[in-house]
């Protein structure tokens, strides 16, 4: 069965504009339409350098917003679209620390939870979409709902994209008993090490300058997907796309349209592999 309903996961703390409506004009071009969802309800920021045409990106070397992309982004921002954001904490429960006095019946209580949960969004939605920028970092790639939301998902056989720091996600979604990434044994791509600032990390609604991001995305993608999986950086190439079932998975805001088009080819073609 299928609900023509894309989930867009999305930071409180910003994200990159082409990231989210280059996939998105895509998906809704193809039937589909898309629920915004933060980790705390509260509607994600566009960050400022992805509407500034004159932004020049410290390691690209040149402007990496285009006019027409701009364009696009501040159509989306001047709709009510993200007015109607949804909570995930409201959606998801948390789980329970081990230091609580009712550890075991709360644990227990959790798993309920999070399978109903699971299901709900497996009834309601085709596939999830985690959407780039320098966001995802604080409050998306180590939340442990938006795991679980993703865990829902593999778990279903669903389709999950993901783009630039989104993509950090998948490395630590993984199993509580397990412990194992569910990117092991995949192909994939993300943010590679030639793409990382050396200085200037940033974040909305905040005045923290990070300096470089916190961690190499390359490096531990390299190591979630283990010797039988692959990152592919792809650096020198204008774009890079990897489809490898049931994710899609884009390195970058240059990929955004392109990541759309493959995320439509899953959904609607049943492509499963493409780009390596």
């Given at each position: 069965m299928t609900t023509k309903r894309i989930l867009a996961v999305m930071s409180e703390f910003g994200y990159w504009g082409v990231e989210l409506v280059g996939p998105l004009r895509k998906l809704?071009?193809?039937?589909?339409?898309?629920?915004?969802?933060?980790?705390?309800?509260?509607?994600?920021?566009?960050?400022?350098?992805?509407?500034?045409?004159?932004?020049?990106?410290?390691?690209?070397?040149?402007?990496?917003?285009?006019?027409?992309?701009?364009?696009?982004?501040?159509?989306?921002?001047?709709?009510?679209?993200?007015?109607?954001?949804?909570?995930?904490?409201?959606?998801?429960?948390?789980?329970?620390?081990?230091?609580?006095?009712?550890?075991?019946?709360?644990?227990?209580?959790y798993y309920e939870a999070r399978k109903a949960a699971q299901e709900k969004a497996l009834e309601t939605y085709d596939a999830v979409l985690l959407v780039g920028g320098s966001g995802p970092i604080v409050d998306m790639?180590?939340?442990?709902?938006?795991?679980?939301?993703?865990?829902?998902?593999h778990a279903g056989g669903r389709a999950i994209g993901?783009?630039?720091?989104?993509?950090?996600?998948?490395?630590?979604?993984?199993d509580f008993n397990e412990r194992r990434s569910i990117i092991a044994g995949k192909h994939v791509t993300g943010h590679c090490?030639?793409?990382?600032?050396?200085?200037?990390?940033?974040?909305?609604g905040t005045d923290f300058n990070m300096g470089p991001p916190p961690y190499c995305l390359e490096h531990?993608?390299?190591?979630?997907?283990?010797?039988?999986?692959?990152?592919?950086?792809?650096?020198?190439?204008?774009?890079?796309?990897?489809?490898?079932?049931?994710f899609i998975t884009a390195r970058s805001l240059q990929c955004s349209h392109e990541f759309g088009d493959r995320f439509v080819d899953v959904l609607t073609k049943g492509v499963t592999r493409s780009g390596w």
């Amino acid at each position: 069965m299928t609900t023509k309903r894309i989930l867009a996961v999305m930071s409180e703390f910003g994200y990159w504009g082409v990231e989210l409506v280059g996939p998105l004009r895509k998906l809704e071009a193809a039937g589909y339409s898309v629920d915004f969802v933060t980790p705390k309800g509260t509607r994600a920021p566009c960050l400022p350098p992805s509407r500034d045409t004159t932004y020049v990106d410290p390691p690209l070397g040149t402007c990496v917003t285009t006019a027409e992309d701009k364009a696009l982004v501040d159509a989306f921002e001047a709709t009510d679209a993200l007015e109607a954001t949804l909570n995930l904490s409201s959606m998801f429960p948390e789980r329970p620390y081990y230091s609580h006095p009712n550890f075991l019946r709360e644990l227990e209580a959790y798993y309920e939870a999070r399978k109903a949960a699971q299901e709900k969004a497996l009834e309601t939605y085709d596939a999830v979409l985690l959407v780039g920028g320098s966001g995802p970092i604080v409050d998306m790639v180590n939340n442990q709902r938006v795991h679980d939301l993703v865990l829902g998902f593999h778990a279903g056989g669903r389709a999950i994209g993901a783009i630039c720091y989104g993509v950090a996600t998948l490395v630590f979604a993984r199993d509580f008993n397990e412990r194992r990434s569910i990117i092991a044994g995949k192909h994939v791509t993300g943010h590679c090490i030639e793409y990382d600032y050396h200085d200037g990390t940033g974040f909305m609604g905040t005045d923290f300058n990070m300096g470089p991001p916190p961690y190499c995305l390359e490096h531990i993608l390299s190591d979630a997907v283990g010797p039988t999986g692959q990152y592919h950086g792809n650096f020198g190439k204008r774009t890079s796309v990897i489809v490898d079932y049931p994710f899609i998975t884009a390195r970058s805001l240059q990929c955004s349209h392109e990541f759309g088009d493959r995320f439509v080819d899953v959904l609607t073609k049943g492509v499963t592999r493409s780009g390596w």
